[in-house]
C-alpha cells in the first residue's frame, strides 16, 4: 500500500503562492494557442499606468475578469488575456518632475531629448512594479503578449490612426479656447476637468462710461481677466440698461475703450446684468467675442502666470497674486462696489486638483461626432452589451452630447504628434514618417509639432493595436473582438466609449461583445477610501496577512452588481478561516486516503454518498450559471455554504463510519468530491486549490487546466436530498437539547423519538448509526409516548416528538437550580434594561446606535427566557 500525501498541519498562503507563480509562468499554461481549435475566449487587460501600484480598484478590476478567464479555461475555451501597461504621460511627468524639482531643476532646463531619457530609464526601472504585483494576484494572463502603449509597433497604429482621421477630415488643427491645467502645462479635454462647488467671491467692479460720471457695474469672479478685455455686455431687451446703448466703457486701470454691446445669451439675472466681455479667457465670452468680431487678447500664459499683454505693472504675477493686487488697487481707486461670497462650479485638474484656465491656443482635435454615432448604434443593436444593463443608459448620453475632443498635450512623454509645418510655405505635413521636404515648396525647413497626443488616444486602441494592426495577424484574426472587458464606471467615457468608437472604426468591428463594469471599492462604512480620511485598505498588505486567496474571494463574494463594495478586513479574516477550513478538510482526507485506485460501485454507496453527490451536482450547475450571468458574489457565496456548511460540517462526519469500515465507495464518494470542490473553487482561489489538487490523484499537470465540474442528471438524487434534510433536522434539535443543558459533549445519551408515520421510521432505523454518532448516543427508541413518572428533556422537529431521559445524564435537582438561577439572572437583566428605555433622557442623549442595540439585547433576552421557562416545565413534573 502506498504512503498517504499529507499536507503540512498549518497553511501558509506565501510559500504556496511564491511556488505556483512560478510554476504556472515557467509552464506557460496561460499563453493562449492561435491554432488551437477549441472555441476562443478572449479579453484584454485595462493597462494599468506604469506609475502605478496595486491598489483595491485594481485588484478588484484584475480579479473578477481571472475568475472568468480561469473558469472559461477550466471549461475548455481556447482563453487569450492580454497583459500591458500603459505609458501614462501625465502621471510620468509628475514623478519625474517632482524628482527634477528636489534638485531646482525643470524639465524645460533639461530639453525635451535628455527628459525622454529620464523617462525611460524611469520606466525601465519602475514599470515592473505595477506587472509583479498583478502576478501576486494570481491573474491567469498570457505575458507572452505583453504589451506597452509606446511599444514601437503600437506607436505605428497610433501614428496610422492619427494620420487616416486626418485625411479624412476627421482631425483638425484649430484656434479654440481649452482647458489648460497651470500646473501640469498641458491642456486637457473637457472630461478630464472635473468641476467642483468651490466657494469664491464676487467682485462687483465699476467701469466708468466714457464722458459721463456714470459707470456700469459689472460682476466677475476673476477680476485678473479683465486685462484682457475687449467688450462690456448687457442683454438686449435688458431696460435697466437701454441708456447706455451705443456708448462705450473705460477699462479701469488700463484705459482702454470698451464698445458695450448686447448679446441675447447674457444672463440678467446673474450679478449686476452686465458683465464684462473677456474673449481669450472664457468659454462664453469666447462665442460672444467670435459673433462681434472682438479683439482677443491673451493676458494669462499656459503656466498661469500674466503675460507683456497684461501690463507691467502685472507681467509675470500668479494669475490669483494678480487678483489680489488688482483688487487692492480698485478699491484705492474706489471702482469696487461690494465683493459677495459666492459659490460656484470651478473646473479642477484630474490629475493634479488646479484650478483650470480656459486657454486660447491652436490645438488639434478629433471631430468625435461621426465616430459616436456608430458606437451608439451597436449598443442600441445590443451587440455589446453592458452589465448591469443601465450603465447602457449613462453611455447614451454622454454620446448624444458628445463634444469635439482636443488630443493635443503640452508634454513630452507620449506619441509625438505626426504633424509637419514649413517654415516657408506654413504648409501642414501629416505623415506617418517624417517629411524630408515639404511637398508644396520643396522647402527642407520643416519642423515636427512639438505636442504629443493625449494618452487615451493610444488608449482607444488598446483591444486592437496589441494584437499586431494595422498588420493583418494571426492574433487580430483569431482573438478580435473581445469577449469580455471588466472595468471600472469612471472610465466609461475616458476608456470605454472610445474604444468603440476607434474599433469601430479601424479594426472594422466591435472591441468586446460585454462590458461589466464594476463598483467602486468603499470601506465598510461605505465611505470613499482617501489618504486624507486615512481609511485605505491596501491589497499588498491584505496579501501578506491573510493570503491572496483570502482577498479574491472576499472580493468576489462582494461584488454585487450595481452596489458599491463596503470591505472590511473581518471579511477577510472570514475568508482566511474558510481557507483554514478547506485546509484541514482536505488533510483529513488525505490522511484516510492511501492513493489507492479510487473506484464507485452503485450498490456500494451509502446514503451519505448519494446525498452528497446530489448536492454538489446542483452546486456545480448553480454556480455555472452564476458565473454564466456575472453573478460572483452569488457563486462565491453558493460555493462557501456548501464546501463549509454541507461538505465539512455533514459529509465528512457522515462517512467517518464508512471509512471504518472500509467502504472503497464512499472513499472515491469522498475524494472525488473534494477534488470537485476544489475545481469550483479555483478560479476564485487558485493557490490553495492548486496545492491541494496537486496531492490528490489527478490527470494533468496544473488545476487550472482540469475540467470544470458541470451537471450531470445521473447523479441527481431529489430523494436522497429531502431524506437528508429530515435527517438533519433531527440531529439539530438534539445537538440543541445537548448545547442548552450543557451536557458534557462526551456523555452518551438516549433518545425517545414519537413519529406518527411509519416511513420516517425506516429512514431513522436505516441510518441509525450516522445519527448516533452524530449526537453521540448509544440508544435511539420509538416510543409512542413517554411516561409520565421520568424526567425528560425535550424538543420537536418535523412534527417528531424528542425526549433525552435525564437519568444518568444530568443530576436533575442540580439542573433544576441551575435553570432557576438563569432565570433570575435573564429576568434580571430584562427589567435593567427595560428601565433603560423606559428611561426618556436615555433615548434622546444615545447615539441610535446604542439605543437599538439596547433594544435588540432585550429582544434576545425575553426569547431566552421563554426558552428556560420551557426547559424547566419539562423537566419538572407536574
Ligand atoms: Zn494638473
Ligand atoms: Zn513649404
Request: aromatic share 10%; hydrophobic share 40%.
Amino acid at each position: 500500500m502506498n504512503k498517504p500525501l499529507i499536507l503540512p498541519k498549518v497553511y501558509s498562503p506565501k510559500e504556496v503562492e511564491d511556488k505556483w507563480i512560478k510554476f504556472w509562468e515557467e509552464k506557460k499554461l496561460y499563453v493562449a494557442d492561435v491554432n488551437s481549435k477549441n472555441p476562443k475566449f478572449s479579453m484584454v487587460l485595462p493597462p494599468p499606468n506604469v506609475t502605478g501600484t496595486l491598489h483595491m480598484g485594481h485588484a478588484l478590476c484584475f480579479t473578477l475578469p481571472d475568475i472568468i478567464a480561469r473558469w472559461r479555461r477550466m471549461q475548455g475555451y481556447n482563453v487569450m488575456w492580454l497583459p500591458g501597461t500603459d505609458h501614462a504621460s501625465i502621471a510620468v511627468h509628475n514623478v519625474i518632475e517632482k524628482e527634477l524639482g528636489k534638485k531646482g531643476i525643470s524639465r524645460k532646463d533639461l530639453g525635451r531629448e535628455k527628459f525622454l531619457e529620464i523617462a525611460w530609464e524611469w520606466k525601465d526601472k519602475y514599470g515592473r512594479l505595477i506587472v509583479n504585483q498583478l502576478k501576486k494576484l494570481g491573474a491567469s494572463l498570457d505575458w507572452s503578449r505583453e504589451r506597452f502603449t509606446l511599444d514601437e509597433s503600437f506607436s505605428k497604429a497610433v501614428r496610422k490612426v492619427f494620420v487616416d482621421l486626418y485625411k479624412s477630415g476627421l482631425i483638425y488643427r484649430g484656434y479654440y479656447l481649452v482647458n489648460r491645467c497651470p500646473r501640469c502645462e498641458t491642456v486637457l479635454s473637457d472630461i478630464e476637468v472635473i468641476h467642483k462647488e468651490t466657494k469664491s467671491k464676487l467682485y462687483y467692479i465699476k467701469y466708468p462710461i466714457m464722458d459721463s460720471d456714470e459707470f456700469i457695474i459689472v460682476a466677475t469672479t476673476r477680476p485678473e481677466t479683465m486685462l484682457g478685455d475687449t467688450a462690456v455686455a448687457i442683454h438686449p431687451k435688458d431696460k435697466r440698461y437701454y441708456k447706455f446703448k451705443n456708448k462705450k466703457a473705460i477699462l479701469p486701470l488700463v484705459g482702454r475703450i470698451l464698445p458695450i454691446i448686447e448679446d441675447k445669451s447674457i444672463d440678467m439675472e446673474f450679478g449686476t446684468g452686465a458683465v464684462k466681455v473677456t474673449p481669450a479667457h472664457d468659454p462664453v465670452d469666447f462665442e460672444i467675442g467670435k459673433k462681434h468680431n472682438l479683439q482677443q487678447i491673451i493676458v494669462i500664459d499656459g503656466g498661469g502666470r500674466m503675460t507683456e499683454k497684461a501690463g507691467d505693472e502685472f507681467k509675470g504675477l500668479d494669475r490669483l497674486e494678480c487678483r489680489k493686487k488688482i483688487v487692492e488697487k480698485l478699491q484705492e481707486k474706489g471702482l469696487i462696489q461690494k465683493i459677495e461670497d459666492y459659490i460656484h462650479n470651478v473646473g479642477h485638474c484630474y490629475r493634479c486638483d488646479t484650478i483650470i484656465e480656459p486657454y486660447l491656443s491652436w490645438q488639434w482635435f478629433v471631430k468625435i461626432k461621426p465616430l459616436a454615432e456608430k458606437a451608439i448604434k451597436v449598443v442600441k443593436q445590443g451587440k455589446i452589451k453592458f452589465i448591469p444593463p443601465n450603465w447602457a443608459k449613462t453611455y447614451f448620453e454622454w454620446m448624444y452630447n458628445i463634444h469635439d475632443w482636443c488630443i493635443s498635450r503640452q508634454l513630452w512623454w507620449g506619441h509625438r504628434i505626426p504633424a509637419w509645418y514649413c517654415s516657408k510655405c506654413g504648409e501642414i505635413i501629416v505623415e506617418m514618417e517624417a517629411p524630408n521636404t515639404c511637398p508644396k515648396c520643396t522647402s527642407s525647413e520643416i519642423h515636427q509639432d512639438e505636442d504629443i497626443l493625449d494618452t487615451w488616444f493610444s488608449s482607444a486602441l488598446w483591444p486592437f493595436a496589441t494584437m499586431g494592426w494595422p498588420e493583418k495577424t494571426p492574433d487580430l484574426k483569431k482573438f478580435y473582438p473581445t469577449d469580455l472587458l471588466v472595468t471600472g464606471f469612471d472610465i466609461i467615457f475616458f476608456w470605454v466609449a472610445r474604444m468603440i468608437m476607434m474599433g469601430l472604426r479601424f479594426a472594422e468591428n466591435i472591441p468586446f461583445r460585454e462590458v461589466f463594469i464594476n463598483g467602486l471599492v468603499r470601506d465598510f462604512r461605505r465611505q470613499k477610501m482617501s489618504k486624507s480620511k486615512g481609511n485605505i485598505i491596501d491589497p499588498l498588505e491584505m496579501i501578506k496577512k491573510y493570503g491572496t486567496d483570502a482577498l479574491r474571494f472576499t472580493l468576489a463574494a462582494l461584488a454585487v452588481p450595481r452596489m458599491d463594495i463596503s470591505l472590511s478586513e473581518e471579511r477577510m479574516a472570514g475568508y482566511r478561516a474558510f481557507a483554514n477550513k478547506i485546509w484541514n478538510a482536505s488533510r483529513f482526507v488525505l490522511m484516510n486516503y492511501n492513493q489507492e485506485k479510487l473506484e464507485i460501485k452503485q450498490e456500494e454507496l451509502t446514503f451519505p454518498d448519494r446525498w452528497i453527490r446530489s448536492r454538489f451536482n446542483q452546486i456545480a450547475k448553480e454556480i455555472n450559471q452564476s458565473l454564466r450571468e456575472y453573478k460572483f458574489y452569488e457563486a462565491a457565496e453558493k460555493i462557501y455554504h456548501f464546501t463549509w456548511h454541507e461538505f465539512c460540517d455533514w459529509y465528512i462526519e457522515l462517512v467517518k463510519p464508512n471509512l471504518k469500515k472500509h467502504n472503497k465507495t464512499s472513499l472515491s464518494v469522498l475524494v472525488k468530491t473534494l477534488d470537485g470542490i476544489l475545481r469550483i473553487l479555483h478560479p476564485f482561489m487558485p493557490f490553495i486549490t492548486e496545492e491541494i489538487w496537486q496531492k490528490l490523484p489527478h490527470e494533468g499537470i496544473s488545476i487550472s487546466l482540469a475540467p470544470f465540474p458541470k451537471f450531470d442528471s445521473s447523479l441527481e438524487d431529489k430523494e436522497a436530498e429531502e431524506k437528508m434534510e429530515k435527517l438533519k433536522k433531527l440531529i439539530i434539535a438534539i445537538r440543541t437539547i445537548r448545547a442548552e443543558h450543557q451536557i458534557e459533549p462526551k456523555k452518551k445519551i438516549e433518545v425517545w423519538i414519537n413519529i406518527p408515520e411509519e416511513k420516517s421510521k425506516s429512514l431513522i432505523k436505516n441510518n441509525i448509526e450516522y445519527i448516533k454518532t452524530l449526537i453521540n448516543a448509544e440508544k435511539i427508541e420509538f416510543k409512542t409516548e413517554f411516561p409520565s413518572e421520568e424526567r425528560f428533556l425535550r424538543n420537536i422537529t418535523n412534527n417528531w416528538e424528542i425526549a433525552i431521559p435525564i437519568k444518568g445524564v444530568l443530576n436533575w435537582k442540580k439542573e433544576i437550580s441551575r435553570i432557576r438561577r438563569e432565570i433570575e439572572k435573564t429576568e434580571d437583566e430584562i427589567s435593567k434594561l427595560e428601565i433603560r428605555l423606559n428611561n426618556p433622557k436615555f433615548i434622546e442623549k444615545a447615539p441610535s446606535e446604542i439605543v437599538a442595540q439596547t433594544e435588540e439585547r432585550l429582544i434576545e433576552l425575553k426569547e431566552k427566557l421563554l426558552k428556560l421557562k420551557k426547559n424547566l416545565s419539562d423537566i419538572s413534573i407536574s
